[in-house]
């Protein structure tokens, strides 16, 4: 009992140690902490900027919409108002809305004066299904399908804009997780650096140490809480950065013309997702940057 009575006492001296330490060494603390904040506010944003880009995307998607046109042989509306079943059964179609001759003639000429539409008789239309997909990258397929439905006689479907969408998701993607990763190593060897500059004042008392018998997880561990504290501490404040960069850019562009034409996503919905990515790395940056830093001046 004794024994591990004296091990719990050294271990939270140790503790104490690492976290003296975040004080003794005030500046090195304090650009460690601004490092690791700049650095996840960075990453956070690009992030942040991807999720609104790829959801203006699926409202644009949601806006693009196939055109299936009933065969002109089709005259009886029941019986071509029968043909959702199998068109709702092609994959890929996400919803589809039946649009009589009389519907699409009344959508004729509310886009027209209405004089233009003098002598125009409801049979000159046809009965169509206007139809939403799941995945505009599909299009080309499901159209072909479409087709292929007994009745339906002509598919019209902006394959040209389908392809413009998924080129840029795809290029958002791969830029936005290029740059996640870039940051995320540049994080690790800034704060790994500049935990080295606060322990090469100490690098005599870590060769003493040494010398003396201590083993290199007795000397490693308060740098790992050091750098564990000064991790968590940059995590929480650019989480709390973020959120009002986030908030103050998001409120310009509502109230401002792009808010007529763009939508944002509220940073309610991704918060906690944030939250525990901005600790869960400056945990990991700080514990891997607090072991590294010290790591040549074990080798005595």
Not at 87 to 115: C, G, H, K, L
Not at 283 to 291: H, K, P, Q, S, Y
Request: glycine residues 8%.
């Amino acid at each position: 009992m004794g024994i591990t009575a004296m091990r719990l006492s050294r271990y939270s001296y140790l503790i104490r140690e690492g976290f003296r330490s975040i004080t003794t060494h005030g500046f090195m603390s304090f650009a460690s902490v601004t490092i690791i904040m700049a650095c996840l506010i960075i990453m956070g944003s690009v992030s942040l900027l991807s999720v609104n880009i790829d959801a203006l995307i699926k409202d644009l998607e949601n806006e693009n919409e196939i055109v299936a046109f009933v065969d002109e042989e089709i005259k009886d509306e029941s019986q071509a108002a029968a043909l959702q079943s199998s068109i709702e059964a092609v994959p890929n179609v996400a919803s589809v809305t039946f649009v009589s001759r009389d519907d699409a003639m009344d959508r004729f000429m509310s886009q027209y004066d209405e004089d233009f539409g003098v002598g125009i008789d409801a049979d000159v239309f046809r009965h169509r299904f206007v139809i939403q997909l799941a995945d505009i990258a599909l299009m080309s397929s499901t159209k072909a399908n479409l087709e292929a439905v007994p009745g339906v006689a002509k598919v019209n479907a902006h394959l040209e804009y389908a392809s413009f969408f998924v080129t840029v998701r795809n290029i958002v993607s791969v830029v936005s997780l290029v740059l996640i990763v870039i940051l995320v190593f540049v994080s690790v060897f800034i704060m790994s650096n500049t935990i080295k500059l606060a322990t090469f004042g100490r690098r005599e008392e870590i060769a003493i140490m040494k010398m003396v018998g201590a083993s290199n997880g007795f000397i490693r561990l308060p740098f790992v809480v050091e750098g564990l504290v000064l991790g968590i501490l940059g995590g929480g404040l650019a989480f709390v950065a973020e959120w009002g960069i986030y908030s103050l850019i998001s409120s310009r562009l509502v109230s401002g013309l792009a808010g007529s034409f763009i939508s944002v996503v509220p940073f309610s919905s991704v918060a906690m997702p944030v939250f525990i990515i901005f600790m869960a790395t400056g945990i990991l940056v700080g514990a891997f940057g607090g072991v590294n830093a010290i790591r040549n001046y074990l080798k005595v």
